[in-house]
């Protein structure tokens, strides 16, 4: 793997390619359960250090007020990925595990492309607004806000889409003149050291401007949320740690951005396709191994077509045989790792004991005795208040639950902590709209319809998060406003 010299990356801090001075640790092929090669780990030595070196490329260059620079190096990290797109193909399928297929998506060459969108918005934006003359209190004044860079970003990430998540923070963060500190997770920190690597060798962006601290121990990406340098935390990964970086922020009463966990729900109205419906629910469950926080995990059918129901989906998921990431025709690879693969087995287990049943899959495959596999999993038989219907399990794990009618429907989306995504089919697309108006969630998907692009802001309501990630809305997520009254004549 040529991106990633003899198979051992390095931090990017001020501008250098360093070892990180608490060593190294394995990233391990999911399918495989081989060793790919080590990391640098950082300590919390090193994040001091990145912590210093962008704060002072923020504070000390004209990094934040020089658009051309900023555009200039976004596009250029945007070519020299191009550039290296097969190489980062296979990294991407050996370290996440993600499906060859899937790298032409959101797994690499989407979020690549969508770099463009900050380096556009940052070329045509309205920097500053002019709100003409006013007489507050009796004082003429000419009056403008300033949109400005935040600061200094933290970036921390999780691990089922590093690409996309990486990209949609320091796009947008580095087009607004930030500076940024990115910890990715441990389970895929070959994905961010690859950045730092081209952002040395192929790009302009000076020093300390964007920084990378792969580190097997979490309490490292918690620096970024405690240290009063940092001026904001852009965090994606389980709303059990945004609630951690949230409390650890207020310290410093940082801005807080939280892309966090699902729960959605895919509702079928009475007059819908149903077996299409199923279908598509089945095979979205099934994709990545289920490992998307805005996969609809809960299929919402009629009460009446239940049983027909649960058949289309365990029609579709039984077809669609966990397998080898690098084969073309796979959809779902491995889950990340033992400990994930365990944790969607307890879920399984828990589903039984409270009385549902399997209508297909429910365990390991019998044919991977390695890697890291779970069987796409169709469970029947229980209703909103399994603990598989509550919690985000991050498998290839669909429930289907009945509903007694639209406002039902409606009521057993809503009724869940999270509100991420959401789903609805109907043959009367005006019907839909009502009910897609009524869920508590921040994207929506009509008959098929594919909210995920770079100009459309993602991101949830209740405990799925704060703030929105892409789209206009994104990127301003990373602006401070400025009110700027000079006296008048
Ligand atoms: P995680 O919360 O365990 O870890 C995410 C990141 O936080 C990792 O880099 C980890 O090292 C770091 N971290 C852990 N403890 C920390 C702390 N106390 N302070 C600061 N950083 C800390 O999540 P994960 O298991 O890597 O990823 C899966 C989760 O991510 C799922 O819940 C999924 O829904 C969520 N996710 C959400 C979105 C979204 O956009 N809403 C996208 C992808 C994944």
Known sequence: ????????????????????????????????EETLGVAADASAADMDAAIGAARHAFDDTDWATNVELRVRGIRQLQQAMRDHVEELRELTIAEVG?????????????????????????????????????????????????????GVVGAITPWNFPHQINLAKIGPALAAGNTVVLKPAPDTPWAAAVLGELIVEHTDIPPGVV????SSDHAVGALLSKDPRVDMVSFTGSTRTGRAVMADSAQTLKKVFLELGGKSAFLVLDDADLAGACAMAAFTASMHAGQGCAITTRLVVPRARYDEAVDAAAGTMSGLKPGDPTNPGTICG????ALQRDRIQAYLDSAIAEGGRFACGGGRPADHDTGFFIEPTVIAGLDNNAKVAREEIFGPVLTVIAHDGDDDAVRIANDSPYG??????????????????????????????????????????????????????????????????????
């Open 1 to 32: 793997m040529a991106l990633v010299d003899s198979a051992e990356s390095r931090l990017l801090i001020d501008g250098k390619l360093v070892a990180g001075s608490g060593g190294t640790f394995a990233t391990v092929n999911p399918a495989t």
């Open 98 to 150: 993600a499906p060859r297929m899937l790298t032409s998506a959101a797994q690499l060459e989407g979020p690549v492309e969508d770099l463009s969108f900050g380096a556009d918005t940052a070329e045509s934006y309205s920097w500053t607004t002019d709100l003409g003359i006013a007489s507050p209190m009796g004082i003429k004044s000419k009056r403008m806000v300033a949109r400005e860079a935040i």
């Open 211 to 214: 920084n990378i601290v792969t």
């Open 334 to 337: 491995p889950v990340i790792s």
């Open 420 to 489: 991420l995504s959401g789903t609805v089919f109907s043959a009367d697309e005006e019907r839909a709209h009502g009910i897609a108006a009524r869920m508590r969630v921040g994207t929506v998907n009509v008959n098929g319809g594919v909210w995920y692009s770079a100009d459309m802001p993602f991101g949830g309501y209740k405990q799925s998060g704060i703030g929105r990630e892409m789209g206009l809305a994104g990127f301003e997520e990373y602006l401070e406003t400025k009110a700027i009254a000079t006296a008048a004549q």
